[in-house]
């Protein structure tokens, strides 16, 4: 009987490890980006600085991603994701009645003002989205109607026009705050800024 030699990375259960820790890799990557973005900005962040933070190589970015816009899409899609998925469970998990009043609150604290790289995309980047490349304001705008969506759903008339131009009132209410009280620099100012928009939508 003739024996046929196989390399150890032609197994099938090598090769699937390989494309795990590819996976793996990739996935620390966008994590990485996604807060980089939030933090410093899409200007500000580099791929270098990305690789060097996920403790990689810059040599290696092009095995993962085909360029700098396709990794800036999938961190913009992480961060929106996560930011929608974070109110989501503020939502489900405030007492009946309550949830729209829980996920405004925790939106519109201090601790979302000063975890600019863990928070909302759109409060920390806005204003730059509308000079990025089209795969990444197609991924920021699915995860804007997404939270317009989920805040929809907390209103007594959802599933109403009325409901949904509220929804999307409030959405952009509370960017914007978030946006002004992180731009002061007047502490005061900005609690102010947060509990006055609070107020508004208590009435």
Do not use: N
Not at 8 to 20: F, H, L
Not at 74 to 88: T, W
Not at 104 to 119: F, I, K, P, W
Request: charge should be positive; hydrophobic fraction near 45%; charged fraction near 25%.
């Amino acid at each position: 009987m003739m024996g046929v030699m196989q390399k150890k990375s032609d197994y099938p259960g090598a090769r699937r490890a390989a494309s795990s820790r590819k996976e793996a890799t990739h996935q620390r990557i966008v994590e990485v980006a996604a807060r980089a973005i939030r933090r410093s900005g899409y200007a500000g962040t580099g791929v270098a600085d990305i690789m060097k933070e996920a403790g990689l190589t810059h040599g290696g970015f092009y095995a993962h991603f085909a360029s700098r816009e396709a990794l800036l899409a999938e961190a913009a899609d992480r961060a929106g994701a996560e930011a929608v998925r974070m109110s989501a469970d503020i939502a489900a998990a405030a007492p009946p009645g309550k949830s729209l009043r829980a996920l405004m609150e925790a939106y519109l604290s201090q601790q979302h003002v000063d975890a600019v790289e863990y928070g909302c995309p759109v409060s920390a980047l806005g204003s730059e989205m509308h000079r990025q490349a089209p795969e990444v304001r197609h991924a920021a705008t699915r995860h804007i109607k997404e939270m317009i969506d989920l805040v929809a759903r907390q209103l007594p008339d959802w599933g109403t026009p009325e409901a949904h131009q509220q929804a999307m009132f409030m959405v952009s209410s509370m960017i914007g705050t978030v946006v002004m009280a992180r731009a002061v620099d007047d502490p005061k100012l900005s609690a102010a800024l947060r509990e006055a928009a609070l107020s508004h939508f208590s009435k």
